[in-house]
């Protein structure tokens, strides 16, 4: 399994991106996904999840109301769409094939969730 991220880049506070992640094999659409980022010196962190069907999603707190996770399966591809982005959302973002099933183990805040992970896309937002 290979996750490729895109879609990142520089933008004003305020603006807007949309990152994507194209998956191989043909298995995408039997697992749930998620977003996670790392800004410099701190810990990779949990941003949204969405189970296979798209039909059910979390969010960080920090990001809820602002981002939108989903997901196409006849593309093999899930979606960021990061709206008032804040220079606090600076990061290198990554996506990530959950282990279990939400409906089964939780919303999937923790990377030990994961087993695969894309290769990290940057975003910076400035002020």
Same mark, same amino acid.
């Given at each position: 399994v290979q996750l490729q991220a895109s879609g990142g880049g520089s933008v004003q506070a305020g603006g807007s991106l949309r990152l994507s992640c194209a998956a191989s094999g043909r298995t995408f659409s039997s697992y749930d996904m998620g977003w996670f980022r790392q800004a410099p010196g701190k810990e990779r962190e949990f941003v949204a999840a969405i189970n296979r =069907? $798209? $039909?059910i999603t979390y969010y960080a707190? =920090? *990001?809820k109301g602002r981002f939108i #996770?989903? +997901?196409d399966n006849a593309k093999n591809t899930v979606y @960021?769409?990061?709206n008032s @982005?804040?220079?606090e959302d600076t990061a290198v973002y990554y996506? /990530? +094939?959950k282990v279990a099933p939400i #409906? *089964? /183990?939780g919303r999937g805040t923790a990377t030990s969730e994961y087993d695969y992970w894309g290769q990290g896309t940057q975003v910076t937002v400035s002020s």
């Open positions: =069907s $798209g $039909g707190d =920090s *990001v #996770i989903s +997901r @960021l769409q990061m @982005l804040k220079p996506c /990530a +094939r #409906i *089964v /183990a």
